[in-house]
């Protein structure tokens, strides 16, 4: 009985352990291979794979003992002649699903699938665990089983159970991460503008290269203590305003936001600061300290920025007309001003903006500079 109490314990410490590895591997993204190898060796599986896979591709992120011969065959080839497939797919995040009664069907053993793919590497059976599930894509863990091991013991069973949902959630969040990290690399590559991301309190969570080098010129910017201020007390005001309101939660996208001159010196014409608020839900922000409040674009009417005005234009369908008063908008100039500088009506001015808002989805001038940054940014989802 003792010893019984002991060898239960210590499989409480490796699962715990085990546990903790697979969250190691969210900060540490290389650490996944040494969790799929663990869970394989623990459930005393040949093999494991991490893919992910959609109606015309699959993606194996990571493998533990695959023959790189047939990893790179399955993913050329024969993951679209796998009668698996279907079943993978409608494996749910955190079920853990075996395939045993198709694998050892005549059917699945007379295809060429089970012949040229499955028997060169002996193996029995397979089992999965769903981790994520898209519109078109879904990710899982996959572990092979050899022909003497085909059954899986109720203790591997319930390890897999117990380590269901916290690859789930751990794979979610790295999916979450991944994400993050994609944006962040857009703003980074973000051409012609400077972009700072901020917190409520006009703290900078990001700064793309224009932007730091906005402020090391002292040109209407300026850190304090870590936080954005406008060389101006009273814009700098208007900007912790524009941010603290960017953090209420339950705000409609455009709702907010407002536009601003920044005084450069002597050196040229005002820069325009357009103020984006990212205000979110109440529970997404319940904890989100640092959770970004507000993005701030930095546009250099000198400068100019025809080419990401073009791309615009070119994919909400904008005649040449329109083009024209969308670039005054951006360039920080009313509609009176646009028809003034375009040498239009004041009247042919606002037709145009009504034709913008209707082919752009908006409805007034903050809400289209609010579609037109986040839409010419590289990379950015949704973009």
């Known amino acids: 009985m003792y010893d019984a109490v002991l060898a239960g314990g210590c499989a409480i410490a490796d699962d715990a352990d085990l546990i903790a590895a697979i969250y190691d591997a969210i900060i540490d993204p290389s650490r996944w291979d040494e969790v799929v190898k663990r869970i394989a060796e623990a459930t005393k599986s040949m093999s494991g794979v991490l893919l992910v896979q959609d109606t015309d591709a699959v993606q194996l992120s990571t493998t533990h003992n695959v023959d790189p011969y047939y990893a790179k065959g399955y993913v050329e080839f024969w993951h679209q002649h796998n009668p698996l497939r279907a079943l993978v797919a409608s494996t749910a995040p955190g079920e853990v699903q075996t395939y045993t009664r198709t694998t050892q069907s005549d059917a699945f053993r007379k295809s060429a699938f089970f012949n040229e793919f499955v028997c060169p590497q002996v193996w029995g059976d397979s089992l999965g665990i769903g981790l994520l599930h898209g519109p078109c894509s879904s990710g899982h863990l996959i572990l092979h089983r050899s022909p003497e091991a085909v059954w899986v013991e109720p203790q591997e069973w319930q390890l897999l159970k117990t380590l269901a949902p916290h690859l789930q959630r751990a794979a979610a969040i790295h999916s979450l991460l991944a994400r993050a990290r994609a944006t962040a690399n857009a703003l980074a590559m973000a051409t012609g503008f400077a972009v700072f991301l901020l917190s409520a309190t006009c703290r900078v969570l990001f700064a793309n290269a224009k932007a730091e080098e906005l402020v090391r010129a002292q040109k209407g910017f300026r850190y304090e203590r870590g936080r954005l201020a406008a060389v101006n007390p009273a814009l700098s005001q208007r900007l912790q305003a524009l941010a603290r309101a ?138």
């Open 246 to 383: 960017g953090s209420k939660p339950k705000l409609g996208e455009g709702e907010l936001g407002g536009t601003f001159e920044i005084d450069r010196g002597k050196n040229g014409p005002p820069l325009l600061a357009h103020v984006i608020p990212l205000a979110a839900s109440r529970a997404a922000a319940a904890f989100d300290i640092d959770r970004p409040a507000a993005a701030v674009f930095v546009v250099d009417p000198a400068a100019g920025f025809r080419a990401q005005i073009g791309r615009f234009a070119a994919r909400f369908g904008l005649t040449p007309a329109e083009t024209r008063v969308l670039g005054e908008i951006i360039g920080g100039n009313g509609l009176l001003a646009a028809a003034t500088k375009l040498k239009i009506t004041n009247k042919t001015a606002r037709c145009h903006a009504s034709r913008i808002f209707a082919k752009t989805g908006t409805t007034r001038q903050t809400e289209l500079i609010r579609r037109f940054f986040e839409s010419t940014l590289p990379g950015v989802p949704g973009a």
